[in-house]
């Protein structure tokens, strides 16, 4: 199995709509998005490797990450291998590390995005354990996504070697098989 700090780190529908963004095709890994926190989010997983990252501590009913970039916040988690409710997508190489929410920075004010967030997971825990960021995690609607960008990866790594075995017989004459 790959390390886990070399898996990309993907936002949630959440996050995204925190962004006001929206799911782009299919054909674009979510992970691989032209935004400045989800570029910024994909160090994060070497820097805790390497003994960095630095964790949100009103957080404290699981790890979450910071990230930053430029004015913009986010807080990341890394799911264990138990967590997903598909864990064939785990097996399968997929994300382990998730963006679950942005904002931006607002200095001390009540809309800052660690201190909304913290605010948020102390609602979501309240009469409970204390915090809970459990809504913070991806949802049905992640696992969707990440399924169907795996099955079409899937599919056009098929047609490739296909062509490519086209190509092989019509220059060669020979039968060739993959």
């Known amino acids: 199995m790959t390390d886990p700090a070399s898996f990309p780190v993907?936002?949630?529908?959440r996050c995204l709509d925190d962004l006001g963004l929206s799911f782009p095709a299919v054909e674009l890994p979510l992970h691989e998005m032209n935004h400045p926190i989800v570029k910024k989010a994909q160090?994060?997983?070497t820097e805790v490797a390497s003994g960095g990252g630095e964790r949100i501590l009103a957080l404290d009913d699981r790890v979450w990450f910071k990230c930053r970039s430029?004015?913009?916040?986010?807080?990341?988690?890394?799911?264990?291998?138990?967590?997903?409710?598909?864990?064939s997508l785990i097996e399968a190489g997929a994300a382990w590390w998730w963006l679950g929410a942005a904002?931006?920075?607002?200095?001390?004010?009540?809309?800052?995005f660690y201190k909304a967030i913290s605010a948020e997971a102390a609602?979501?825990?309240?009469?409970?354990t204390g915090v809970s960021s459990r809504h913070l995690l991806p949802r049905d609607i992640d696992y969707k996504r990440l399924s169907a960008e795996l099955a079409l990866r899937?599919?056009?790594?098929?047609?490739?070697?296909?062509?490519?075995?086209?190509?092989r017989s019509l220059g060669d004459g020979q039968l060739w098989s993959a």
């Open 43 to 45: 160090q994060l997983p």
């Open 154 to 167: 899937m599919v056009l790594s098929i047609r490739r070697v296909v062509r490519e075995l086209i190509a």
């Open 70 to 87: 430029g004015n913009l916040r986010a807080a990341v988690t890394r799911l264990e291998a138990e967590e997903p409710d598909d864990l």
């Open 10 to 13: 993907r936002p949630t529908k």
């Open 123 to 128: 609602r979501e825990g309240k009469g409970k």
């Open 103 to 112: 904002g931006e920075r607002w200095n001390d004010s009540t809309s800052d």
